[in-house]
């Protein structure tokens, strides 16, 4: 129970490494705000998770990261429903489909760039701002995967 009482927010929460780093801290005691693009895989995600009734708090928020708005929402979320920001793990990223460079579409650069850098830091930038206020302050946790050397 290392993290009883603590609020934490999870992007990409609601599949892959984003979902075990959800189990993970709701096993320890945390209030975690799982955070992803599809409403269908959050509702599976508490459905799940509520018949193996863990020992921390779940909430789910729809949200898309590289939306300014989006991404500030889920972190007042959070704040509006466990009452403090302890804990960001910026886990949601997309690879699109590995092509070589010669064959890539802008469209897929502009959004690899959009959900992987700029909501990282959307979400970073709002939640120091929450976390500088707070007594007990924060961390952020930035995750990349082995998709960003291809």
């Known amino acids: 129970m290392r993290f009883e009482n603590k609020s934490v927010v999870v992007t990409g929460a609601?599949?892959?490494m984003g979902k075990e780093i959800t189990r993970r801290y709701l096993t320890?005691?945390?209030q975690v705000l799982a955070v992803d693009l599809s409403e269908e895989k959050l509702q599976d995600l508490a459905k799940e998770f509520a018949q193996i009734q863990l020992p921390g708090t779940l909430e789910i928020y729809k949200a898309?990261?590289?939306k300014v708005a989006e991404?500030?929402?889920m972190i007042d979320q959070a704040v509006n429903k466990f009452g403090k920001l302890d804990i960001l793990v910026n886990n949601a990223g997309i690879s699109g489909r590995?092509?070589?460079v010669g064959e890539?579409?802008?469209e897929l650069w502009d959004r690899v760039l959009a959900v992987n850098l700029t909501g990282t830091m959307y979400a970073m930038r709002k939640a120091?701002?929450?976390m500088l206020k707070q007594e007990s302050k924060g961390n952020i946790v930035n995750i990349a995967s082995v998709a960003g050397l291809k």
Do not use: Q, T, Y
Request: net charge negative; aromatic share 0%; charged share 35%.
């Open 14 to 16: 609601a599949a892959g």
């Open 28 to 30: 320890e005691g945390a």
């Open 64 to 66: 898309d990261i590289s």
């Open 71 to 73: 991404a500030e929402g």
């Open 98 to 100: 590995c092509e070589p």
């Open 104 to 106: 890539l579409e802008d």
């Open 128 to 130: 120091v701002r929450v």
